[in-house]
DNA sequence: ATGCTCACGTGGTCAA
DNA sequence: TTGACCACGTGAGCAT
């Protein structure tokens, strides 16, 4: 292999001869880079084919291919140099082992570079097509992937603008008007007139008839209405490890059956909305019991996760 | 300037001149670089910056001002190169004037090439900003071009979701008629590409690779998608007792948080949508894996109630 | 022929 | 050191 001989032959260029291989690896050797090459691409494409359609991440086999294919191809190459240079150089042996090793790994780490940055621009590409795909025919006319992404800023912002919409309507379907703008922390203008209440300034409810609920503070905001024997809870609190399996747990075996519920969370801030029905034999049965059995449970739940 | 003798010590190489050129210029000369491009680019900018604040998708005007620019610029350099080339060469000189003219506008084409190029790249650049700029901190927490784009599909997943969650709220309050285009059961719309479904035509899905489907019925029609660490959930099935406690329990035991999760009950049906973020310490990360998981889950709760 | 887009290989840089 | 990310210049392909 004279693959060293081409390399020392001159050692100011320390760099110069990376470029002049890959200017012959990339120019002379063109059908060579393609051969090795398209068969791993139109692979690649075949397989995103496959699992695209189902979108599977699975990125680490072809990149393993990948490595293997620029490898046999590169090595190649190089021998093609060493030939035309290989009686010119007049270097001793021990200077050529050391540093062929050294070149080794430097090509090595190269096409590891090489490899991973290919690996990069392919998971870049799928993301894009997943969004892409995900998107109405209208906003992606131009299938370039600076349209993706622009057509993806245009579609958010019509997605954002329609729920802004649709809850609108809905809010003033339920005439609570005005008091939402001074809302600082989120959720709370669900809250009409919660039994329990994290706010300092309990306003528009001036005198809480809930005595019951002044012997132990507030764990969260809770605010429970009822019709019959179907109850609606509204929860806002901070976010725990398994709390909302502890709640749904608590609630079984409260006999509160839940018809519905709805979790949102919000960074570190959680609102339930659910409505359960009042089994026959389940001990609390008015607003207030159910807050407070509430309360309480939210702080049992609370210290459970203090502890863990 | 020593740039030019270093190019032109070799005619041999007639492209390497290129490469050598684009090695010192890119990297030894960084500053010279940045002196001639930099009125160029900056002036780009700002240009940029006037109409990029409005979203006018005109690639066309700032193409054609960076080509000109270009030109500016490039003439320097190609000038520069002449006078290098004068030194050394030895060619009659109609040769010469040919060659030089050809090389000039060779050169033209390069240094325009490479502003279009760089005008691409930042236009890509500024929707990605813009993109991420209008999604919630949480989807984005790592400031990767991946990972924003990653972050909008699930953004948009989210939004749409939403979406059809307050229009299919709005409609089931104007009527409750399931005359949604012959959907005998009720949710059905909700399944687009469900790896396990209690619908005999399983039509739209001909030949699903998800043989692991096959080895165990389905106990409740499951749409799994994921994205990055966050998984959407679709799970419709009869109605159970403690059927939610359960449903919970094992998410959990899963390593599957709970982010977002909806029941709605009707009859003896109930569609639990939520979204999960697959922990890191979590077993099942795949679609399929936890589509099965899901099934597997649902399969116990449904034996746990028949004995009950 | 020209413009536009993309994939590629590469060097620089920042953090683990 | 290593790995991840990015910007760059460049050649090819595909349209106008």
Not at 26 to 54: I, R
Not at 119 to 130: A, D, F, P, T
Not at 180 to 195: D, H, I, L, N, V
Request: hydrophobic share 35%; net charge negative; glycine share 6%.
């Amino acid at each position: 292999m004279g693959l060293e001989a081409v390399v020392f032959q001159q050692d100011l260029f320390n760099y110069s001869n990376r470029y002049l291989y890959s200017l012959l690896g990339g120019n002379s050797s063109y059908e060579d880079k393609h051969f090795s090459h398209h068969n791993q691409t139109s692979d690649e494409a075949n397989n995103d084919f496959v699992n695209g359609g189902y979108w599977v991440s699975s990125s680490s086999p072809t990149s393993v291919e990948a490595t293997n294919n620029g490898n046999g191809s590169s090595s190649c190459v190089v021998d093609g140099l060493a030939v035309a240079v290989e009686t010119t150089s007049t270097r001793p042996k021990r200077r050529r082992l050391r540093t062929r090793k050294n070149k080794e790994e430097i090509e090595n780490q190269r096409m590891t570079h090489i490899a991973v940055e290919r690996n990069r621009r392919r998971q870049m590409n799928e993301y894009l097509s997943v969004l892409r795909s995900l998107m109405p025919e209208s906003y992606v006319q131009r299938g370039d992937q600076a349209s993706i992404i622009g057509g993806a800023i245009n579609f958010v912002k019509e997605l954002e603008h329609c729920v802004q919409l649709l809850t609108a309507k809905k809010e003033v379907k339920e005439r609570s008007d005005g008091s939402t703008s001074g809302c600082s922390s989120p959720f709370a203008e669900f809250f009409m007139f919660p039994q329990y209440s994290t706010r300092g300034d309990n306003n528009s409810i001036p005198v809480n008839e809930s005595m019951a609920a002044e012997t132990q503070p507030a764990t969260a905001d809770i605010e429970v209405t009822m019709v019959e024997n179907h109850a609606n809870l509204k929860i806002r609190s901070k976010n725990s490890p398994a709390q909302l399996l502890k709640l749904v747990s608590g609630l079984n075996s409260m006999r509160l059956n839940i018809l519905h519920l709805n979790v949102t969370t919000v960074d570190h801030t959680v609102l339930y909305s659910l409505s359960v029905q009042v089994e026959d034999d389940c001990k609390v049965t008015s607003v207030d019991d159910i807050a407070t059995a509430l309360n309480q449970l939210l702080g049992r739940i609370q210290e459970d996760a203090m502890l863990n």
